[in-house]
């Protein structure tokens, strides 16, 4: 018997070929899992983000008698532009478009113009979802439903007109073009749990009442343009903060009128 001196067999060529084949086949397997798991780990950030924004609106409504905190207040503060806005971010990047200051997806080029609810919030880290580009400030917006605007639906339903607004935009009016705010009063806020207070998209500032001018009410429009504007971090979907704190994630086609307005009397 031939004796080999311990020698080991090289693996053949197609042996390789049938390990890499197996190494290929395992990766494409595991990588989509692996990147969805990151990205439900960022979803899971933002949720706890958007949360704390909401924690941080009820300390002020418990600080200020009640009172919503509102969307924008006509505050001049020398180095900085005129609005004070709900939170903070660098609203003098470029100038007044549209009744507001600045561009909250462009980043900071100024010394960043204090919000109502930043001594409420522990670092600017919380106004940040993981998921958004990022040369974004934010992608948190308020809800900013108001009345005394037009729309669409309140032909099909005159009670709703000057009667749809959100918790942060109870009244409004505007100061040197610019709009300014009050907040309700909780007391105005019929059901807490089904009103919206923010959610997170694309917007020019944190404030957005996209859908306010349309006709509709159990389904929102079919447009790509309305539809792309809501929900694109999250795989389809967006993080909601509502007028008791809690937080969920929702797809475009969930979203309901009344969730937007305080008062729900006027749809029954």
């Given amino acids: 018997m031939a004796y080999n001196g311990g020698m080991r067999r090289a693996f053949t060529l197609i042996e390789l070929l049938v390990v890499i084949a197996i190494i290929a086949i395992l990766a494409a ?60 971010y660098d609203n003098n990047n470029a100038g007044l478009e549209g009744g507001f200051y600045g561009r909250i997806y462009e980043p900071p080029q100024n010394p960043i113009r204090p919000g109502k609810l930043d001594p409420y919030i522990k670092g600017r880290g919380i106004i940040r979802c993981p998921s958004m580009p990022g040369q ?12 005394n605007t037009t729309s669409a639906y309140y032909t099909t339903n005159p009670r709703a007109a000057n009667n749809e607004y959100g918790p942060s935009a109870r009244s ?7 709009f300014t705010t ?19 998209h694309k917007a020019t500032v944190p404030a957005c009442n996209f859908l306010q001018p349309h006709d509709w009410f159990d389904s929102p429009p079919d447009l790509n343009s309305l539809r792309d504007h809501f929900h694109f971090l999250h795989r389809g979907g967006a993080n909601t903060i509502w007028a008791d704190t809690h937080a969920k994630r929702l797809v475009y086609s969930q979203l309901r009128r009344p969730m937007f307005s305080a008062q729900k009397w006027i749809y029954e």
């Fill in 172 to 178: 409004m009016q505007t100061i040197g073009g610019a």
């Fill in 182 to 200: 009050t907040g309700a009063s909780q007391s105005e806020i019929e059901e807490p749990a089904g009103t919206l207070v923010a959610w997170e």
């Fill in 136 to 147: 974004w400030q934010s992608s948190y917006a308020i809800n900013f439903f108001y009345p």
């Fill in 29 to 88: 397997i595991l990588f989509p899992v692996f990147s969805q798991a990151k990205e439900t780990a960022k979803q899971t950030v933002c949720a706890s983000n958007i949360r704390q924004i909401g924690l941080a609106a009820q300390l002020y409504l418990n600080d200020h008698d009640d009172m919503w905190v509102p969307m924008a207040t006509y505050d001049p503060l020398p180095g900085y532009a005129p609005i004070e806005m709900w939170f903070g």
